[in-house]
T-cell receptor, first 112, second 118 residues
């Protein structure tokens, strides 16, 4: 079955720099991949979706890439701010159907 | 934006009692809702898929008689933890997908329920 690996449990980035988070999957290439933000004690909030035929997607300071050869997605936050500190979750469909599974997440700390 | 309301946000119950958690989509209809469980510093674990008007489908290892799911309308799904035990203590989160959005559309999450069983 599909497994998701977010290789950094925690990441500290200086304010103003670009934060880059990695998501790798182990099995088939999914039809799409999503990124969510989760704050402590709250439910995740959807940020971006990228489809298998897309290389890159941008939204304001966020950028997501999708490399089906490497089985990897990268999530970038440019000009990072302390308010960007949160856990970021990579998600993709299980077995190409509609059930979504999540990675363990990366806790991002933007240092002022 | 799409809002999912989950209640209660926190509940403490005694071992052996049952607890019901409600998940409502406030401004959209959801034929499918998903229930997740999350342990501290761990990933969201999918427990079951709640389908409006039909039986829920449970993931491997999740006891259907322990975690009763009812999806009686397009805007409401409930999860009942029956005969709760301390090991059921966890953070339970529901999510819903807009029925008109297609299977690529994002999940909208409630803010979770922190269950503590004493």
């Amino acid at each position: 079955s599909q497994k998701i690996e977010q290789n950094s449990e925690a990441l500290n980035i200086q304010e103003g720099k670009t934060a880059t988070l990695t998501c790798n999957y182990t099995n088939y290439s999914p039809a799409y991949l999503q990124w969510y933000r989760q704050d402590p004690g709250r439910g995740p909030v959807f940020l971006l979706l990228i489809r298998e035929n897309e290389k890159e997607k941008r939204k304001e300071r966020l950028k997501v890439t999708f490399d089906t050869t490497l089985k990897q997605s990268l999530f970038h936050i440019t000009a990072s701010q302390p308010a960007d500190s949160a856990t970021y979750l990579c998600a993709l469909p299980m077995n190409r159907d509609d059930k979504i599974i999540f990675g363990k997440g990366t806790r991002l700390h933007i240092l002022p | 934006g799409a809002v999912v309301s989950q209640h209660p946000s926190r509940v403490i119950c005694k071992s052996g009692t049952s607890v019901k958690i409600e998940c409502r989509s406030l401004d959209f209809q959801a034929t499918t809702m998903f229930w997740y469980r999350q342990f501290p510093k761990k990933s969201l674990m999918l427990m079951a898929t709640s389908n409006e008007g039909s039986k829920a489908t449970y993931e491997q290892g999740v006891e259907k008689d322990k975690f009763l799911i009812n999806h009686a309308s397009l805007t409401l799904s409930t999860l009942t933890v029956t005969s709760a035990h301390p090991e059921d203590s966890s953070f339970y989160i529901c999510s819903a997908r807009d029925a008109g959005g297609g299977f690529h559309s994002p999940l909208h999450f409630g803010n979770g329920t922190r269950l503590t069983v004493t």
